[in-house]
């Protein structure tokens, strides 16, 4: 895949901001949450006040040997705003 296109995602199921911190344990980590979380979260809130859901999306290679993870706003039947927080 050439990296200047956009990859295809899998948008995986419907969460919160606090159910995928929950998920994911953060509350348990030191420092938390850190000054790049919180920017996210911000980015996060701002965009889904112009109206969506908030999804967790995956990508797999075909061979299954890499995996990328993160959050998508998902309004009007597509994404308007993905990010990308898990590489493998």
């Given at each position: 895949m050439?990296?200047?296109q956009?990859?295809?995602?899998h948008?995986?199921?419907?969460?919160?901001?606090?159910?995928?911190?929950?998920d994911?344990?953060l509350h348990?980590?030191?420092?938390?949450?850190?000054?790049?979380?919180s920017?996210?979260?911000?980015?996060?809130?701002?965009?889904?006040?112009?109206?969506?859901?908030?999804?967790e999306?995956?990508?797999?290679?075909?061979?299954?040997l890499?995996?990328?993870?993160?959050?998508?706003?998902?309004?009007?039947?597509?994404v308007?705003?993905?990010?990308?927080?898990?590489k493998?």
């Open positions: 050439n990296p200047d956009e990859m295809p995602v948008l995986h199921r419907a969460i919160t901001l606090a159910e995928y911190e929950r994911l344990g348990r980590v030191p420092g938390w949450p850190s000054p790049a979380w920017t996210l979260r911000g980015e996060v809130e701002a965009e889904l006040t112009a109206g969506g859901e908030l999804w999306w995956e990508y797999r290679s075909d061979y299954g890499t995996g990328i993870t993160g959050l998508a706003v998902v309004r009007n039947g597509g308007a705003r993905k990010w990308q927080l898990w493998s």
